[in-house]
């Protein structure tokens, strides 16, 4: 159901009457004793018990794609979904479905590209399969597999005041406006650990939840920038920004993120591995 959204949905998902769905739920919730969601206004909302059997359901209906896929022709059967931080969603996991969607012939997976503590809801909560991310996540529930490198710069426009300095102190930086992703966001979490403590004193210009949105701001001189080398690379060939140079490198890790309690089918599995192998070809 909270795949589904409504009964109408699920209903036609099943290839069965809504009637017929509704029943069911409701011998499922007499079976057990307990109501599964709370009826608000004609609205079914999953409620503590629907959530502690959603995990185990999930379970179950991975097994049986488990099972179809054991007499199939295609082991690696099913659906997978996939979530992505919005950095590596948008520069690295195309080219990576590139190359790993003919090698199955899964269904077309479901994708998320959100922000790093959105994903870590997600998938706790068992609407994604597994995720690829540019922040730490932290939860005892997470299996958090080191994937990629990535490289961190401090970027200005070309006609900042700093913009053409050898080698620029963090002394240089502090003072500064800044143009950043927003606070649950791994590229912010990079900048809040990694140089906001370096710096005496720096002002927030603009806040922003997109990548694009960010490049163009700082290219229009409101303030300097702190992404990724993904991100920006080709803003920076294309010199609409340049990279400050400076003697510290900040580089930081990418990771592959599952629930650790889930049931990993073989098509998940095969996915990770993918994923894990792929970095020698990136």
């Known amino acids: 159901m909270s795949k589904a959204e409504s009964l109408t949905s699920a209903a036609a998902q099943l290839f069965v009457t809504k009637a017929a769905v509704s029943i069911a739920l409701q011998t499922l919730e007499a079976q057990l004793g307990q109501p599964l969601f709370d009826r608000v206004k004609n609205r079914l909302l999953l409620n503590a018990q629907g959530k502690l059997l959603q995990p185990l359901a999930d379970e179950l209906l991975q097994r049986m794609q488990g099972i179809a896929a054991l007499f199939d022709a295609n082991q690696y059967s099913g659906l997978l979904r996939i979530g992505a931080s919005v950095t590596v969603g948008n520069h690295l996991l195309p080219a990576m479905l590139a190359s790993f ?16 503590a959105d994903l870590s809801g997600k998938i706790l909560a068992y609407e994604l399969d597994v995720a690829l991310v540019e922040g ?13 490198d990535d490289q961190m710069y401090v970027i200005a426009s070309t006609d900042h005041p700093l913009a053409n300095t050898t080698e620029v102190s963090d002394a240089q930086l502090a003072g500064q406006r800044w143009v950043l992703r927003e606070a649950s966001s791994g590229t912010r979490e990079q900048f809040d650990q990694r140089l906001s403590p370096l710096l005496s004193s720096w002002d927030l210009g603009l806040e922003f939840n997109s990548n694009e949105a960010l ?11 702190f992404m990724s080398n993904l991100s920006v690379a080709q803003a920076i060939k294309n010199n609409r920004l340049v990279r400050l140079n400076r003697s510290a490198s900040c580089r930081r890790q990418l990771y592959l993120v599952y629930a650790k309690d889930r049931y990993v089918s073989p098509l998940l599995q095969y996915f990770i591995d993918y994923t894990l192998a792929w970095q020698s070809e990136s």
């Not at 969607?101 to 922000?115: G, V, Y």
């Not at 730490?136 to 990629?148: A, E, K």
């Open 215 to 225: 490049i163009n701001a700082v290219a229009a001189g409101i303030g300097l920038g």
């Open 136 to 148: 730490r996540m932290h939860s005892d529930g997470l299996n958090i597999i080191p994937w990629l």
């Open 101 to 116: 969607l003919p090698s199955t012939k899964s269904q077309r997976p479901e994708l998320t590209i959100a922000n790093t």
